[in-house]
């Protein structure tokens, strides 16, 4: 049951980002960012008082980057390629965090990956260059992310820091998505199709993830996430029209084969002690 949880975390949170898709063409991707951060931090300061420190700090900064560069790709590249190579972004953090040179064979099949990606798109044309970089610098804020998180956690700031961070984020955004959007990012079907962004791709993910790591170990999780370019592949096509080339797809396959292989990768058994999962090897999933 806990995996079709995250299963389920993991593709509402895609078809999230699809929805957002659609909000480019009216309020533009800050414009869209913005709304869904906005409305979010919204959501979590009514259920939580929000909890304000310098690791809520640096995780609203980080939170903002990545969701601006991210949905400034989705403008510009298919969802399933902008998540597949914004993925690379946690996978190379787990290897580095891991000191273990093997690991590193897993981001070099990702890496192989995105290379494959970068030569045929859904269209059978290049990849637009400006749309890879800034899903590259999606992938480095995601990995900042991760770190900033852990921070966050380990002083014990839960889940108010997290909304903290949320408004932080939000309050980060909204300047540029109001200097392109303007008062069109309040007209009432605006902020409807923003709520159901900020639902699917926040309020709904975390739910589900929280009551399956209750049960779930963490490889199960980070397996299951490593089906996130899947997702976002599928929900590309089935609400963006996006059909992804075979050229494309072996490369989110290749993507995913070294998403899989990390979480499932066990570090070795001291003498006399079991073996244990390695926890730095789970890739959770971004704001």
Known sequence: MSVFLVLGSVISLQFGAAFANQLFGQIGAPGATALRLGIAALMLAVVVRPKFRQETLVLGM?????????????????????????????????AVLSRRPRDFVWVGLALAGVVVLGVREYTGAKLDLIGVVLA???????????????????????TGGLAGASLIAAALTL?????TAGAALFEPKMLLLGT?????????????????????????????LALEPAAAALAGALLLGQHLSVISLCGIALVITAGVGAALRKAPASPGKPARQDADLVLPVPQ
């Open 136 to 158: 590259l610098i999606a992938a480095a804020f995601w990995a900042c992310y991760v770190l900033a998180g852990r921070k966050l956690a380990t002083a014990g700031l839960g």
């Open 62 to 94: 980080t939170m903002a980057g990545m969701n601006g560069t991210f949905y400034l790709a989705l403008d510009r590249i298919p969802l399933g390629v902008a998540v597949t190579i914004e993925f690379l972004g946690p996978l190379g953090l787990a």
């Open 196 to 224: 159901l962004v900020a639902l699917l791709a926040s309020a709904i993910p975390y739910t589900l993830e929280i009551r399956a790591l209750k049960t779930l170990q963490a490889s199960t999780f980070g397996v299951v």
């Open 175 to 179: 300047p540029y998505g109001l200097s």
